[in-house]
Nanobody
Framework: QVQLVESGGGLAQPGGSLRLSCVASGSIFSISVMGWYRQAPGIQRGLVAAITGSGSTNYTDSVKGRFTISRDNVKNTVYLQMNSLKPEDTAVYFC?????????WGQGTQVTVSS
């Protein structure tokens, strides 16, 4: 079994920054993709950013140029640096890990952007 633990969420002002972290533990083999999804009230959960083991990245259009995803393969950790935050970034952010055809989800961390 794989466990994902997110941290780093909280309250930020518009224009501010937050850094999310997600540590994977347990029976981890051949991690292919790690990344972040988010879900705001009344809105379907959607991809924010993802990164492969070789470092290829993918971002949803609304965060390009503001968010940066990175990964430490030794520590089985994925990060999401979020800059120039906007109120519409407010959501619960979920970490994901894909391994051997299965997707694992974290419990989520709340990010609130408000003045």
């Amino acid at each position: 079994q794989v466990q994902l633990v997110e941290s780093g969420g909280g309250l930020a002002q518009p224009g501010g920054s937050l850094r999310l972290s997600c540590v994977a533990s347990g029976s981890i083999f051949s991690i292919s993709v790690m990344g972040w999804y988010r879900q705001a009230p009344g809105i379907q959960r959607g991809l924010v950013a993802a990164i492969t083991g070789s470092g290829s990245t993918n971002y949803t259009d609304s965060v390009k140029g503001r968010f940066t995803i990175s990964r430490d393969n030794v520590k089985n950790t994925v990060y999401l640096q979020m800059n120039s935050l906007k109120p519409e970034d407010t959501a619960v952010y979920f970490c994901i890990l894909d391994s051997r055809g299965r997707r694992y989800w974290g419990q989520g961390t709340q990010v609130t952007v408000s003045s």
